[in-house]
């Protein structure tokens, strides 16, 4: 029996070691996690691995899982700013590799040009930039792009340009950066020889919309999360043969049941998709008081969104979130209540919770200041 007991001991912990995920986590105190989830079906732990401080005030990261290598903005509003790399070792070890000073104030950044190259979003000082890779010290923007805009929006938000995301399309040949200060979605076309970026006529949204973060559902659908006007649009892109894309709006659903406004206060965060579902974050929405929620939405084989539902965020101003690649598992950061909360996802139905897993990383948040914990990534 003691054979037994050990034996089923030694299998347990097999079973946890065998379904551990990494994660990696943000904090704008400017510090890197490293943390492991381990377990298996409504049972898992989160533990920290590793940690690394890069200083400055880290807000988003970009993950090469070839390369092994985080990417890192920096929003400081004074004084300098840098980008940084960060290795991270299979184990979950962390250890800053590379800085390169950049405009303050980037929120967002992506890898584009076959990995040679990344291109930022710089939200407080009105700029698009991008960066030759590796980042090597004392090395500056290799492209910049001053914003600018026709007049003041119907929003206070909206007195400047605020690019608030890099992304780049299906075929690698365009960057889309939504603008929330200006309601625009820029484009930016890629030489692939150089990696300069060439800017486009922008798609002009209503004002007052204020995108902010957006995903593709294949090569010719686009969902764009709007921060101000609280919804969530979708658009068709196609490909003119030698230009630019161009986009087209399809439909525009709120981040609420039945179409309702979201309550005085919120802020639509990021959106994210997986297989035929559609997913985003309402940040100080308190519809699970005190906790924020996250939406879920159904795509039909054209990519109309169905509203689902919404489901707890477990914490407050969920900022960030990425499902994994199995799609069985929802990582949220939440940036106020500065918790990792892991929660399971139904594959067949898209249909987030039960929360599994929640750790506090560093020191807590105010809600609309930027402090506590800025992003999430699996180790994928």
């Known amino acids: 029996m003691l054979f037994l007991a050990l034996g089923l001991g030694l299998l347990s912990a097999l079973v946890q070691t065998g379904n551990a995920a990494n994660i990696f986590v943000s904090h704008y105190s400017g510090t890197i996690y490293s943390l492991t989830l381990t377990g298996s079906g409504s049972s898992y732990t989160l533990t920290q691995n590793s940690t690394v401080a890069i200083g400055g005030q880290p807000s988003w990261m970009t993950f090469n899982s070839t390369t092994r290598e985080l990417y890192v ?10 980008v940084a790399s960060v290795s991270a070792a299979t184990n979950g070890g962390l250890k800053l ?61 909206q007195d400047v340009p605020h690019p608030h995301e890099t992304i780049v399309d299906p075929t690698g040949a365009f960057i889309l950066a939504p603008d929330l200060g200006a309601d625009l979605i820029r484009i930016y076309k890629i030489d692939a020889s150089t990696g300069k970026l060439t800017a486009c006529t922008p798609y ?14 294949g090569k010719n659908t686009l969902y764009v999360g709007n921060e101000l006007a609280n919804s969530v649009h979708s658009f068709s892109v196609s490909y003119p043969a030698g230009g630019c894309i161009t986009l087209t709006k399809l439909q525009t659903l ?33 519809t699970f008081s005190p906790n924020d929620s996250m939406a879920s939405f159904s795509l039909d084989t054209s990519g109309t969104m169905t509203f689902q539902g919404l489901t707890s965020s477990g914490g407050t101003y969920p900022r960030t979130f990425q499902v994994n690649q199995e799609g069985d598992l929802v990582v949220i950061g939440d940036q106020t209540t500065a918790n990792v909360v892991v929660v399971k996802r139904d594959v067949s139905t898209g249909l987030l919770g039960p929360q599994v897993a929640s750790m506090r990383i560093g020191s807590v948040g105010q809600a609309e200041n930027d402090n506590g914990l800025s992003a999430v990534l699996w180790d994928e």
């Open 204 to 217: 002009t949204d209503t004002p007052g919309t204020g995108p902010r973060h957006a995903t593709f559902w």
């Open 97 to 157: 590799s590379g800085k390169a000073s950049a405009p303050l104030g980037a929120v967002a950044n992506v890898q584009y040009g076959g990995g040679n190259y990344l291109a930022s979003a710089h939200y407080q000082t009105s700029m698009i930039t991008t960066h030759k890779l590796p980042l090597t010290s004392g090395a500056s923007a290799f492209q910049t792009f001053t914003l600018t805009m026709s007049g003041r929006g119907p929003n206070s938000r």
């Open 73 to 82: 903005s920096d929003e400081t509003g004074s004084g300098s700013a840098q």
């Open 254 to 286: 709120t981040t609420m049941p039945g179409g309702k406004s979201a309550p005085s206060g919120t802020k639509v965060g990021e959106v994210h998709v997986k297989d035929n579902f559609l997913y985003a974050s309402n940040r100080r929405d308190l």
